[in-house]
């Protein structure tokens, strides 16, 4: 079933400042051991989702996934310490009624925190230490490829008031786009997202401050959809390639400006 989206009208008017390893098992005999330490989900046949970490084990009401910022991208969503963990429901992506995330002690010494969300809502990112949440928020039906970026406070247990935006940026609309490659620094602290559009772009995302600054990538390279991004933390740089076109930008990571290499 395709996922709905409903037009917000206060998100929208708030959302005007922006730019265009774990594994999963099933429940099924002679399911591989895992490794000591790994944290492993196995959906069950009531439903629920058996959580496991060594000889401990959690069970939540629904059917959870590691979190990951779209189909074809890598499971996401751990602190960088390892401590911590983001799930998402697999009825995320059939209903906009609610949307569901539970963050996880890898642990499992402390019960899970629970996150019901009214609305449409996809993981985005963690910070560091993962106590704050960052969600995609859909809320177009005629352009369901537009988003918002929300906080979750994991600590208060609530949305932030407002949307992640390029306080830079000229008030031209919305965000649009999809994802189609990711990287972040070994600390956490950025994540860098190459979406396709109407003009290809760079969401370079401050996970531990809030803020996001959006990179448009060269007008030659507005149209390419199949971007692959590597990092070099030390040169302070950030290159977005193209295998179909050959194409090669080179993103300066402190100056947040693109130009084709």
Known sequence: MARKHVLSTALVALALVGCGGSRSSSDVPGSPTPDPGEVVLSIRTDGTTMVSAGERSQVLSGRYE?????????????????????????????????????????????????????????????????????????????????????AYDVKAGKLDDGVIADKSAIAEGPMAGRPVSRVATTNGEWVYTAYRGEHAFVHALNTANKFAVCIDLPEKAANVTDWELGLDERARTLEATSPSTGLRVMVDTEKFSAQLV
């Open 66 to 150: 590691h979190a990951r910022v779209g189909p074809g991208f890598p499971d996401d969503g751990r602190s960088v310490s390892g401590s911590r963990i983001v799930l998402q429901d697999t009825a995320n992506q059939t209903t906009d009624l609610v949307s569901r995330f539970a963050i996880v002690e890898t642990s499992l010494t402390k019960p899970p925190q629970m996150v019901d969300l009214p609305g449409d809502y996809d993981y985005d990112a963690v910070s560091p230490a993962a106590d704050i949440l960052y969600l995609v928020s859909h809320f177009s039906v005629e352009r369901p490829d537009q988003y918002a970026v929300r």
